[in-house]
């Protein structure tokens, strides 16, 4: 990509005339190819046509003509009776101040370009609560977003390719080589404590800041996992079927790998195989993606939360026992009554529903 200064210069050789055909061409392709810059390249051309010289003598802005004033009286003082002289020190002011506008010019461009590059630095997708949303990143891969999630990148331009999510989300990664180094560009995913990194591969992630694990199911591919910020930490490998559950909160002294294998945090999963007999869509990790909510061995609580995200709702229990009430099964097409009255006739529960507020009480 071109750089910013040879955007300058050309503008600079094209407003004061003095651009050939080469430079225009260039320009021209070069404001194709960052549109965000053709809007201030037309207002200076609108200035510079304004202020553009009616004689041989040119004529310029007020802060201008101000210091070629200032600068005549000067001269007239120190050598009066010198015409000749005078007008070399004003052509040569003259283009001092040229110089002084071009680096103005220059300045202001360089302040926009990186105000619209920081601007386009930042890729935000969001999938609100009661929606899901798909969306393909710059290097081709896949995003399956699921509600209540979002996900930050860049543009992919460095030497990796990195991704942050709030939330849960399917990614489809495709293979990118590096046009510098000639090897695969790595996926790099940051969810809550974790990094997961990738070259090529489906794997899914569910990191809710109200959750207290991160959990990643990989389909086909491998992925690495460590703890964000330790690079000495061993790294964790899923391989195809394979799910890991880690703690949303990084434990300090505990690397990734211990925290998987130890024994006195009951909270924190071994690796856990899914059936890789069973079609993809059929998985509960990845139901979401096909339209469906599964739950198996939740608590109404923990339900609650997924209810919440599903439908853009909120519950509010009036007792502690609703609360550990425990429920298996599945929803796709249902209303937010349809589902509730469901769940009622698995498990009873007395509900009120008053629009998106949903109120749970025990029956007990």
């Known amino acids: 990509m071109e750089t910013p200064e040879r955007i300058w210069f050309l503008l600079s050789r094209n407003l004061s005339g003095d651009a050939t055909e080469q430079d225009k061409e260039e320009l021209n392709e070069l404001l194709q190819q960052h549109p965000e810059l053709m809007q201030q390249y037309d207002i200076l051309h609108q ?6 010289p009616a004689s041989e003598e040119p004529v310029t802005s007020d802060k201008l003509n101000r210091i070629l004033q200032l600068a005549e009286a000067e001269a007239a003082i120190e050598q009066p009776a010198s015409p000749v002289v005078h007008i070399k ?4 002011l003259y ?9 103005a010019v220059s300045a202001w461009l360089l302040v926009t370009w990186n105000n619209k590059q920081q601007g386009l630095a930042a890729n935000e997708v969001v999938a609100p609560k009661g929606s899901k949303t798909r969306t393909i990143l710059p290097d081709g891969s896949t995003v399956w977003l699921n509600a209540g999630s979002r996900i930050v990148y860049a543009n992919f ?9 709030e939330g849960e989300a399917y990614f489809d990664v495709v293979q990118v080589m590096s046009a510098t180094t000639h090897q695969k560009k790595p996926f790099i995913v940051h969810a809550g404590a974790i990094d997961i990194r990738v070259l090529g591969t489906a794997f899914n992630v569910k990191s809710y800041p109200e959750e207290k694990t991160i959990e990643t199911t990989l389909i086909r591919g491998l992925v690495q996992i460590t703890r964000k910020g330790d690079a000495k930490a061993a790294p964790v490998y899923l391989h195809p079927n394979e799910k890991i559950v880690l703690p949303a909160s990084s434990t300090e002294g505990v690397t990734a790998k211990e925290a998987v294998t130890a024994t006195n945090q009951p909270a924190i999963k071994q690796i856990i195989h899914i059936d890789s007999t069973i079609k993809e869509s059929e998985h509960i990790e990845t139901a979401w993606v096909y339209n469906r909510l599964e739950f198996r061995g939740d608590n109404f609580e923990q339900l609650a939360q997924k209810l ?3 439908y853009n709702i909120k519950v509010y229990f009036d007792d502690a026992a609703a609360r550990q009430l425990v429920f298996n099964g ?10 509730f009255m469901a769940l009622k006739e698995a498990v009873p529960f007395d509900v009120r529903i008053v629009n998106n507020e949903v109120f749970i009480k025990s029956t007990k």
Request: aromatic content about 8%.
């Open 47 to 52: 200035l510079w046509s304004v202020n553009a």
């Open 89 to 92: 020190k004003r052509r040569k």
């Open 95 to 103: 283009w001092a101040a040229a110089i002084v506008t071009t680096l």
């Open 157 to 165: 331009n460095g030497p990796e390719r990195e991704i942050t999510l």
């Open 308 to 310: 919440e995200r599903w």
């Open 330 to 339: 599945s929803l796709q097409n249902e209303t937010v009554e349809q589902a």
